[in-house]
């Protein structure tokens, strides 16, 4: 039940970017999928192509990526914020053209990332790739960290004042504007190192932005748009249920897993387990 | 931009033809004269943002160039025209429009993903226009010329062979190869839950029953799926010796990665049509090592024409060919010698000779059945099993008697 735990550890990456953002700025961001992207490829070209070292070109990847989302939110998203539509069609629109232009640039076929660790490890009888470890351990460090800058630092009282309440934080003088480009910054940065993490034993393709972009949704969808907390326990309910799905049933049934969980929660519970109130 | 210009040209000529024609009764003569030298346009659908497709056009044009040097065919010379059709039906019935209607082509050649052929053939029919498939392997396509030959008498698959016939060269290998050389009677098969590999699984499971192998597992797993390790662990844990696989358009190098990655004590092999890519073993960075893939052709003398072709594809393009581009090659010329045969280009004419076809092409004889579709056997295309080694070095496994190289075992695993 390792892989469970691996593969859900990354959906906990991809989804608490997502959900963040919408907490904090209530944007809907669809090219947050091309955020992993980037990161996987931005990785891809310099420790492949450009022959970095392998620790730097990811280091270097994430960093870029935060600055791209910096710009997507400053150029693009910031004027269309009074209009959730506006922000999801141009949103979309980013992610589109991201594709289109790793297609151009790296045509359609798979890339290869090489991997962190090369070692097998057994644990408690079952063979995991080093990498795989090494992406659970990363992820949860990632998220611990980001949960603890926000329960402990100003700046993430900030945020969360922010997303409680955007106009009496901007009268306690908090620059929202500000804080919505950090945020936006610790989200794509997240989304990358989810690419980044994930690249080695998925490889990169230019479409490679579609798969988080609906399994972020769905799973914060589940857990509740917003909610960090809701996030991570969606991410691993989703990520056991489809490596549950994939062992015992088939394997031809997990990638309606998420789908049918979206679909069940938006009937049941449309505010999701952790969330205060419906999204929509 | 060099389409271009050709298309302008015949536009001109159009045009001229146009012109004299409503002068005169001699200019109607001139008219048929322009006609007759036109090129002939090939249109040439297929994914051209993959190896298959790239391929394909360089094949073509090849093809085309050989024809051209000798003075094309009853005074015409050759020329082509390529359309993207990708991996999706609605781009692919965009493609076969685009060649029919708006360029006007007199043949076409490609194809790559069953689905999108499919998807393709009524569209061809209603345009009446020749369809030499290079790339699909469903028999769902060919089963349509014997339904309704009238509407389906234009298409032909030159290659590759077809799912069922994959599939019974497969249990061959199996049953010769895996069990009757390596001992291994335990065997699970994993494949994308692709048309295909619908078609053809059944087909092979019965195969290797009835050769005696026992079937662990028998698994179809989404074409999106990008994390194999619960299946991977299923494998392992079924007590399979042997895995076989039937991969296209599913991720093989994600697959191929993650049974190395988790070390999976089960050697793998079988119809891996990424796996035939002449840069898969690097682009993978090796961890394709030991698995065996079936091949339409690799570079030894099976016909006098497969060392030459292979070499001249490589000057042209700086990797080998793929499959793709053996069909497409031999299909340019298998027009070209049938239209000689019939002495003309009438498409009805052609179809008749194009069924009586008797070419020694890049992979083998091609000759064709009642249904349009390639034959296999002796001499004919087959599949040829080779096993990637230390460095990437591909090595002939069987049939035996192509052997190039012996077996090997994936590092890891003692036998």
């Keep these: ?280 | 931009m060099r389409i271009e210009r050709r298309s302008f040209g015949k536009k001109a000529l159009r045009g001229l033809a146009l012109t004299a024609g409503t002068l005169a009764i001699s200019g109607m003569v001139n008219a048929v004269h322009a006609q007759n030298a036109a090129p002939v346009r090939i249109g040439v659908p297929t994914s051209m943002q993959l190896q298959v497709g790239r391929d394909t056009i360089t094949a073509i044009k090849m093809a085309v160039d050989e024809v051209n040097a000798k003075g094309g065919v009853l005074g015409r010379k050759f020329e082509y025209v390529a359309a993207d059709e990708t991996e999706n039906p609605e781009t692919g019935i965009s493609a076969i429009k685009k060649l029919t209607a708006d360029e006007k082509v007199d043949l076409l050649i490609g194809g790559y993903t069953s689905g999108v052929t499919l998807a393709q053939l009524p569209h061809i029919s209603a345009a009446k226009t020749l369809y030499l498939g290079v790339g699909a392997a469903s028999p769902a396509i060919t089963a349509k010329v014997k339904q309704d030959y009238d509407n389906y008498k234009y298409i032909f698959r030159v290659g590759p062979i077809n799912a069922a016939h994959q599939a019974r060269a497969l249990v061959d290998y199996i049953s010769n190869f895996v069990i009757g050389e390596l001992g291994y009677k335990q065997i699970a098969i994993v494949g994308e839950n692709a048309k295909w590999v619908q078609d053809l699984v059944p087909v092979l499971s019965k195969g290797a029953k009835d050769v005696g192998a026992e079937i662990k597992l028998s698994e179809l797993f989404d074409t999106q799926t990008s994390d194999f390790s619960p299946l991977m662990a299923k494998v392992k844990s079924s007590g399979a010796q042997y895995m076989i696989v039937v991969l296209s358009h599913a991720s093989s190098d994600v697959f191929a990665k993650q049974w190395y990655d988790a070390q999976v004590p089960v050697p793998y092999g079988g119809i891996d049509v990424k796996s035939m890519d002449g840069d898969f073993f690097s682009r993978i960075g090796g961890k394709s090592i030991s698995e065996v893939a079936g091949n339409f052709a690799v570079r030894a003398p099976l016909t006098p024409k497969t060392i030459p072709f292979f070499d001249e594809f490589k000057k042209r393009s700086a990797n080998y060919p793929v499959y793709t581009a053996f069909f497409a090659y031999d299909s340019v010329h298998i027009y070209a010698d049938a239209v000689k045969r019939a002495g003309s280009f009438d498409t009805d004419k052609v179809i008749k000779e194009l069924e009586k076809t008797k070419h020694v092409g890049v992979v083998g004889e091609i000759t064709f059945d009642e249904t349009h579709d390639v034959q296999t056997g002796k001499g004919k295309a087959n599949l040829i099993f080779a096993q990637w080694q230390d460095k990437g070095e591909r090595a002939v496994i069987y049939p035996k008697e192509l052997r190039t190289g012996n077996f090997m075992l994936p590092p890891w695993v003692k036998r």
């Design chain 1, 1 to 280: 039940m390792i892989y469970g735990a691996v593969t859900s550890a990354i959906y906990a990456l991809l989804a608490v970017g997502f959900t963040l953002i919408f907490g904090v700025a209530r944007v809907l961001n669809l090219a947050h999928g091309s955020f992993y992207a980037l990161g996987a490829y931005g990785t891809y070209l310099l420790a492949s192509v450009a022959g970095w070292p392998l620790w730097i070109a990811a280091t270097v990847a994430v960093a870029s990526v935060a600055v791209f989302g910096v710009a997507v939110e400053r150029i693009i998203i910031r004027p269309l914020r009074h209009s959730q539509l506006g922000v999801l069609m141009i949103t979309l629109a980013v992610s589109l053209i991201v594709e289109q232009a790793l297609f151009l640039s790296f045509g359609s076929e798979y890339r290869n990332v090489p991997a962190f660790v090369e070692t097998k490890v057994n644990l408690a009888g079952v063979d995991v790739g080093g990498q795989r470890l090494l992406a659970f351990a990363l992820a949860f460090l990632a998220i611990g960290l980001l949960y603890a800058f926000i329960q402990r630092t100003r700046l993430g009282s900030a945020i969360l004042a922010i997303a409680q309440d955007a106009e009496a934080a901007k009268y306690m003088g908090i620059p929202s504007d500000r804080i919505f480009s950090l945020v936006m910054a610790i989200s794509a940065a997240l989304a990358a190192l989810a690419g980044v993490l994930a690249g080695p034993f998925l490889s990169v393709q230019p479409s490679m932005h579609l798969l988080p972009i609906v399994k972020a949704f769905a799973i914060v969808v589940v857990g509740g748009l917003g909610s960090i907390a809701g996030s991570i326990a969606a991410a691993f309910m989703l990520g056991y249920a489809e490596t549950v799905v994939a062992y015992l049933v088939n394997g031809s049934w997990t990638e309606i897993v998420s789908v049918l969980a979206t679909l069940l929660m938006l009937i049941v519970r449309p505010a999701g387990i952790f969330g205060k109130r419906a999204a929509f």
